[in-house]
Antibody, heavy 118, light 107 residues
Framework: QVQLVESGGGVVQPGRSLRISCAAAGFTFSRYAMHWVRQAPGEGLEWVAASSADGTKKYYADSVKGRFSISKDSLRDTLHLQMNSLRADDTALYYC???????????WGQGTQVTVSS | DIQMTQSPSTLSASVGDRVTITCRASQTISNYLAWYQQKPGKAPKFLIYKASTLESGVPSRFSGSGSGTDFTLTISSLQPDDFATYYCQQYYTYPLAFGGGTKVEIK
């Protein structure tokens, strides 16, 4: 069955960097576009970034453009999100999600918590 | 960028009630609208795509309608398992966007 397992979250100071990852299993990773969606504590869902199936096309929310970078490693079936210049408002649970049927999300990981605090 | 607005933000209802949640887009998105259900401490669950097509395994008491800018999610007879927060999402264009959510509470 499809599994998405995020890792790499933690507490980081403002202005610092962090890379989170998502290990995929149970499907042909190279054939699917993948996304990151985040949820701040007690808040709603916010789409963050997307990678096309082959990793050549990338899209970002305005709030993270220029600071975050998504990458897809189809040799290791792993999705990454490099987060630089982190701010307090980046504090959230970050979900790795699989795209299908257009840019809709049929499978979600359980999330990795990122907390930006001094 | 397209903004998605859901109403109400909270809804109190009883088991067996018919429930309707509204989602409005700031510009036309054709029928590129999806719905998700999220329970506390859990990842969202995919319910509906193309505004009205149920994902496999989703109970038939859920239905979606609308096109252009105005959409609805209806639960025909609310069940105990349906108390949750519901989100709409546009996928007409990037940046993708979710509505603010509607929490369905027990009356």
């Amino acid at each position: 069955q499809v599994q998405l397992v995020e890792s790499g979250g933690g507490v980081v100071q403002p202005g610092r960097s962090l890379r989170i990852s998502c290990a995929a299993a149970g499907f042909t990773f190279s054939r699917y576009a993948m996304h990151w969606v985040r949820q701040a504590p007690g808040e709603g869902l916010e789409w963050v970034a997307a990678s096309s199936a082959d990793g050549t096309k990338k899209y970002y929310a305005d709030s993270v453009k220029g600071r975050f970078s998504i990458s897809k490693d189809s040799l290791r079936d792993t999705l990454h999100l490099q987060m630089n210049s982190l701010r307090a408002d980046d504090t959230a649970l970050y979900y790795c999600v699989r795209e299908q049927l257009g840019e809709t999300f049929d499978y979600w990981g359980q999330g990795t918590q990122v907390t930006v605090s001094s | 960028d397209i903004q998605m607005t859901q109403s109400p933000s909270t809804l109190s209802a009883s088991v067996g009630d018919r429930v309707t949640i509204t989602c409005r887009a700031s510009q036309t998105i054709s029928n590129y609208l999806a719905w998700y259900q999220q329970k506390p401490g859990k990842a969202p669950k995919f319910l509906i795509y193309k505004a009205s097509t149920l994902e496999s395994g989703v109970p038939s008491r859920f239905s979606g309608s609308g096109s252009g800018t105005d959409f609805t999610l209806t639960i025909s007879s609310l069940q105990p398992d349906d108390f949750a927060t519901y989100y709409c999402q546009q996928y007409y264009t990037y940046p993708l966007a979710f509505g603010g959510g509607t929490k369905v509470e027990i009356k």
